[in-house]
């Protein structure tokens, strides 16, 4: 079936410093979806990209969707403490009325005060 | 506009039990997804109701069920409940995704 590689698994970054984590996959997707998941909660959803080469940011948080249509990546920058939580990727090939998600395991983030 | 509900927040069942956790989608949202959430896993699709029909299921043994309301709210039935099923089940609304909070189910 098809899979996410999402990395890293975990990261311990010093408040300030950016992030970065991509999610890769050996299929190709036509929607790539970054949620957060604080705990005892269920994911939120960040941002959305619809398209091939996409950008788009969401205060300080930017993700793309890759050329190839097979990865994405997400990063924030100037880390604050409440950034902590788990990070996943999503990905689906939307069309002829299948809708399904696929996800990656998540990149656990921690931020040092 | 409500969000997606889920109820309980918390269950503890007995290996053997049978477990029950309901789902009510955001308002005008006809579709739910089901998701097992257990630890160090990430998240792994259960079941996708759309319309009141089953639309497609995961990789997960026939004592997962379910079902889907005329009023799109969503019923998963876990039969013959064992250690490995505690995880949280998260219900979500819409094929992109909007999550409730989740229902922690605890085997002993």
């Known amino acids: 079936g098809q899979q996410l590689n999402q990395s890293p698994q975990s990261m311990f970054i010093q408040e300030g410093e950016d992030v970065s984590m991509n999610c890769t996959s050996s299929?190709?997707?036509?929607?790539w979806l970054w949620y957060k998941q604080e705990p005892g909660e269920g994911p939120v959803l960040l941002i959305a990209?619809?398209?091939?080469?996409e950008l788009t940011s969401n205060g300080r948080l930017t993700a793309q969707f890759g050329i190839t249509r097979k990865d994405s990546f997400l990063n924030i920058s100037a880390s604050i403490p409440s950034d902590v939580g788990i990070y996943f990727c999503?990905?689906?090939?939307?069309?002829?009325?299948?809708?399904?998600?696929?996800f990656g395991k998540g990149t656990k983030l921690s931020v040092i005060p | 506009e409500a969000g997606v509900t889920q109820s309980p927040t918390h269950l503890i069942k007995t290996r053997g039990q049978q477990a029950t956790l309901r789902c009510s989608p955001i308002?005008?949202?006809?579709?739910v997804y089901w998701y097992q959430q257990a630890l160090g896993l990430g998240l792994q699709f259960l079941l996708w109701?759309?319309?009141?029909?089953?639309?497609n299921r995961g990789n997960f043994p026939p004592r997962f069920s379910g079902r889907q309301f005329p009023n799109y709210s969503s019923e998963l039935n876990v039969n013959a409940l064992e250690l490995e099923d505690s995880a949280l089940y998260l219900c979500?609304?819409?094929?992109?995704?909007?999550f409730g909070q989740g229902t922690r189910l605890t085997v002993v």
């Open positions: 979500a609304s819409s094929w992109m995704a909007f």
């Open positions: 999503g990905a689906a090939y939307s069309g002829a009325g299948s809708y399904q998600l696929t």
């Open positions: 990209l619809y398209k091939a080469g």
């Open positions: 308002s005008g949202h006809t579709s």
């Open positions: 109701y759309d319309e009141g029909e089953e639309r």
């Open positions: 299929s190709i997707f036509n929607t």
